[in-house]
Nanobody
Framework: EVQLQASGGGLVNPGESLRLTCVAS????????VSWIRQAPGKELEWVST????????FYRDSVKGRFTTSKDGSGNTLILQMNSLKPEDTAVYYC??????????RGQGTQVTVSS
């Protein structure tokens, strides 16, 4: 069974950092584009970033460029999102998902990120 599990969220002050991870079980990310997406309360699902697993090319939405970095570890099944200089508007549930575009039908359970003073 294909499963994606995101973790690492929490409550932080503006300007602080968090590191999210997403572990794939039942398969490897090899050959896929893998994305981080998020959903804030009362808002639509929003794409955050994508990495092409095999060549590590990355893409980011404008509002997170220079602050967020998506990468992979050497295992082939762990996706990372390093989030620095967090802002209140980054508050959302973050998910990892297969693919690089909507509808992101294959996504796992999310992790809550709250940025507040």
């Amino acid at each position: 069974e294909v499963q994606l599990q995101a973790s690492g969220g929490g409550l932080v002050n503006p300007g602080e950092s968090l590191r999210l991870t997403c572990v794939a079980s039942g398969f490897s990310f090899d050959g896929y584009a893998v994305s981080w997406i998020r959903q804030a309360p009362g808002k639509e699902l929003e794409w955050v970033s994508t990495i092409r697993w095999n060549d590590e090319t990355t893409f980011y939405r404008d509002s997170v460029k220079g602050r967020f970095t998506t990468s992979k570890d050497g295992s082939g099944n762990t996706l990372i999102l390093q989030m620095n200089s967090l802002k209140p508007e980054d508050t959302a549930v973050y998910y990892c998902a297969l693919g690089g575009s909507f509808p992101f039908t294959q996504r796992g359970q999310g992790t809550q990120v709250t940025v507040s003073s």
